[in-house]
Protein backbone atom coordinates (compact mmCIF):
# COMPACT_ATOMS: atom_id res chain seq x y z
CA UNK A 1 0.00 0.00 0.00
CA UNK A 2 1.35 3.28 -1.33
CA UNK A 3 1.59 6.54 1.52
CA UNK A 4 -1.56 7.61 -0.54
CA UNK A 5 -3.28 4.58 0.15
CA UNK A 6 -2.81 4.76 3.80
CA UNK A 7 -3.29 8.72 3.75
CA UNK A 8 -7.11 8.58 1.62
CA UNK A 9 -7.97 5.49 4.37
CA UNK A 10 -6.48 7.91 7.90
CA UNK A 11 -8.33 10.57 5.86
CA UNK A 12 -11.79 8.75 5.11
CA UNK A 13 -12.35 7.38 8.50
CA UNK A 14 -11.20 10.65 10.45
CA UNK A 15 -13.90 12.08 8.12
CA UNK A 16 -16.50 9.89 8.71
CA UNK A 17 -15.86 10.11 12.87
CA UNK A 18 -15.74 13.93 12.69
CA UNK A 19 -19.46 13.99 10.51
CA UNK A 20 -20.65 11.67 13.67
CA UNK A 21 -19.22 14.32 16.02
CA UNK A 22 -21.09 17.08 14.37
CA UNK A 23 -24.66 14.84 13.56
CA UNK A 24 -23.98 14.81 17.52
CA UNK A 25 -23.55 18.94 17.86
CA UNK A 26 -20.06 17.95 19.44
CA UNK A 27 -17.88 20.48 17.42
CA UNK A 28 -14.99 20.54 19.41
CA UNK A 29 -14.14 16.60 19.00
CA UNK A 30 -14.85 17.13 15.03
CA UNK A 31 -12.48 19.69 15.08
CA UNK A 32 -9.65 17.62 16.99
CA UNK A 33 -10.83 15.15 14.94
CA UNK A 34 -10.01 16.58 11.54
CA UNK A 35 -6.84 18.03 13.10
CA UNK A 36 -5.25 14.29 13.91
CA UNK A 37 -6.04 13.42 10.98
CA UNK A 38 -4.79 15.87 8.79
CA UNK A 39 -1.45 15.68 11.17
CA UNK A 40 -1.49 11.79 10.72
CA UNK A 41 -1.54 11.87 6.73
CA UNK A 42 1.21 14.84 6.63
CA UNK A 43 3.73 12.46 9.35
CA UNK A 44 3.19 9.20 6.32
CA UNK A 45 4.24 11.44 3.94
CA UNK A 46 6.97 12.45 5.28
CA UNK A 47 8.19 9.39 6.83
CA UNK A 48 7.33 7.96 3.39
CA UNK A 49 10.60 6.16 1.93
CA UNK A 50 9.73 7.30 -1.47
CA UNK A 51 11.64 11.04 -2.42
CA UNK A 52 9.75 13.82 -2.52
CA UNK A 53 9.77 14.12 -6.19
CA UNK A 54 8.58 10.85 -7.29
CA UNK A 55 5.93 10.99 -4.77
CA UNK A 56 4.86 14.41 -6.80
CA UNK A 57 5.55 12.61 -10.25
CA UNK A 58 3.10 10.12 -8.86
CA UNK A 59 0.16 11.96 -7.95
CA UNK A 60 0.46 14.20 -11.18
CA UNK A 61 0.26 10.55 -12.97
CA UNK A 62 -2.91 9.57 -11.17
CA UNK A 63 -4.02 12.90 -11.66
CA UNK A 64 -3.87 12.39 -15.50
CA UNK A 65 -5.46 9.22 -15.65
Known amino acids: MNVY???????FNTVTD???ALDAQNFGQARELLISGQQTCEELFLASEM??????EEAST???A
Not at 5 to 11: A, H, I, T
Not at 51 to 56: A, E, G, R, S, Y
Request: no cysteine; charged share 25%.
Open 62 to 64: KAE
Open 51 to 56: PQKDIL
Open 18 to 20: AVN
Open 5 to 11: QKGYYVL
